[in-house]
């Protein structure tokens, strides 16, 4: 039996992704909801590190599209262009 865990090659990949500027969970759950009425309202990204620290932390991305979810749903907007903006 092999007990090695296999990486699906999203999850190498986001071991791998450059996280600078860093930002920590902590700063970022601070930072959340800002950023996605930024994505909601189609504002300019001047957040490179929440932009950084979601690429490479499922946790606190998936945190973020939740939101994004209920924020949309909220104001009777569609999300589907700041889900898009939220996934570069």
Known sequence: MNDRLHLSPEAAQRLTVDAEPWLSCDDCFHLVDQYVENLLSGDKDDMP?????????S??????TS???????DAGTDPTRALQRLAQ
């Open 59 to 64: 946790a606190c991305r998936d945190e973020a």
């Open 67 to 73: 939101l994004l979810l209920l924020t949309a749903a």
């Open 49 to 57: 590190a929440m932009r950084a620290h979601l690429r490479g932390c």
